[in-house]
């Protein structure tokens, strides 16, 4: 695919080096892991908007859409299709959302390409999404259940 030649913008925008998920990839930053493959990584979001969201990222630092090719955004959508099935499952959701942002205007408040799954009940439907603050021990227990739901997958 040809890169546009207009540029998001993102405030968020920083040297890879300085990247917090490329700092979670390489493990210089911890993370509540719940996939990890060759090419990506998936993690809890540390404020959810609901018990279960979680963020798959390519391994590999890029922006938005633009900066991946073909094979590497039906990649990530796979990788999402999957992950989501484990956090459904862990979670006893009714339903889920694929949500990915880019640039400032859009929300994306990290600008490494990532692709939130988000998973929701019928008693939140149609409600407002606030986002929640987990204990470390809450968001390790949903890590670990959300990991053992994945397993039975593969």
């Known amino acids: 695919m040809k890169t546009p030649a207009k540029r998001i913008y993102n405030s968020a925008s920083v040297p890879q080096e300085d990247c917090v998920f490329c700092k979670i990839v390489s493990g210089k930053l911890p993370s509540y892991k719940v996939y990890e493959d060759d090419r990506h990584i998936a993690f809890l979001d540390i404020n959810p908007f609901s ?3 979680t963020l798959v990222t390519p391994k590999r630092h890029g922006e938005t859409l633009w900066d991946m090719d073909d094979h590497e955004i039906a990649e990530i959508f796979k990788v ?3 992950v989501s099935m484990g956090v459904v ?3 006893n959701a009714d339903g889920f959302r694929l949500m990915q942002n880019n ?3 859009a929300n994306q408040a990290v600008a ?3 692709v939130h799954v988000i998973p929701n009940k019928m008693e939140d439907k149609g ?3 606030n986002r929640l603050k987990l ?3 809450e968001m390790a227990k949903v890590a670990d259940s959300i990991k053992s739901e994945i397993a039975k997958i593969e």
């Open 103 to 105: 640039g400032e205007a």
């Open 127 to 129: 409600k407002f999404m």
């Open 51 to 53: 018990v279960g969201h």
């Open 112 to 114: 490494h390409i990532h």
């Open 80 to 82: 999402a299709s999957k």
């Open 89 to 91: 499952a862990a979670m």
């Open 135 to 137: 204990s470390g021990d």
